[in-house]
T-cell receptor, first 115, second 116 residues
């Protein structure tokens, strides 16, 4: 099976712009979670989508949003970019069940730099 | 709410020496515990996980971890370090249901350096 793919791998934007990142999960996985990784704050949970519905959300401002399509692919959007949004954005896919077999598998990440 | 503490942001060992990376968790319900590894400019790779059953779990690349409920610990070990083990390691905890859907809570990470 192909792994989790994220596009683009690298992005450079300027303050005030908006950006959209894409994540394609492992085939058959219905859950996609997004994380932000920074040197100062570490890995922080943004949100999770399952069957096109957001089931959980972390403590991030409303500038961070996401969606999921019927084929389970997910996008996250950050509007009005700030310098502090520079980070590695990781998505993870899983089956989305509540059982012990549910494990998250991560993509390579998108490195966003805000100038 | 759950939390994870990794003791030691940097660990340095010699090639062939024992690797021990410490992880303590806090959770109000039985947790599922994970170790992930991250190589530079890459995503996270699952090393091993504990869900239920046997408390000593074996993972990839010779790593293993033991779940100790009484100590709320899930330390990662490898008997003999290899140069290729140099990376950053993350311990994570997950519970299910309620507001925990799809959410892993990570420790701050431990950078492992392996000296020849």
């Amino acid at each position: 099976k192909a792994g989790v793919t994220q596009t683009p791998r690298y992005l450079i934007k300027t303050r005030g712009q908006q950006v959209t990142l894409s994540c394609s999960p492992i085939s058959g996985h219905r859950s996609v979670s997004w994380y932000q990784q920074t040197p100062g704050q570490g890995l922080q949970f943004l949100f999770e989508y399952f069957s096109e519905t957001q089931r959980n959300k972390g403590n991030f401002p409303g500038r961070f949003s996401g969606r999921q399509f019927s084929n389970s692919r997910s996008e996250m959007n950050v509007s009005t970019l700030e310098l502090g949004d520079s980070a590695l954005y990781l998505c993870a896919s899983s089956q989305g069940t509540t059982g012990s077999t549910d494990t998250q598998y991560f993509g390579p990440g998108t490195r966003l730099t805000v100038l | 709410a759950q939390s994870v503490t990794q003791l030691g942001s940097h660990v340095s060992v010699s090639e062939g020496a024992l690797v021990l990376l410490r992880c303590n968790y806090s959770s109000s319900v039985p947790p599922y515990l994970f170790w992930y590894v991250q190589y530079p400019n890459q995503g996270l790779q699952l090393l091993l996980k504990y869900t239920t059953g046997a408390t000593l779990v074996k993972g990839i690349n010779g790593f293993e971890a033991e779940f100790k409920k009484s100590e709320t610990s899930f330390h990662l070990t490898k008997p003999s370090a290899h140069m290729s083990d140099a990376a950053e390691y993350f311990c994570a905890v997950r519970t299910f249901g309620g507001t925990s859907y799809g959410k892993l809570t990570f420790g701050q990470g431990t950078i492992l350096t392996v000296h020849p």
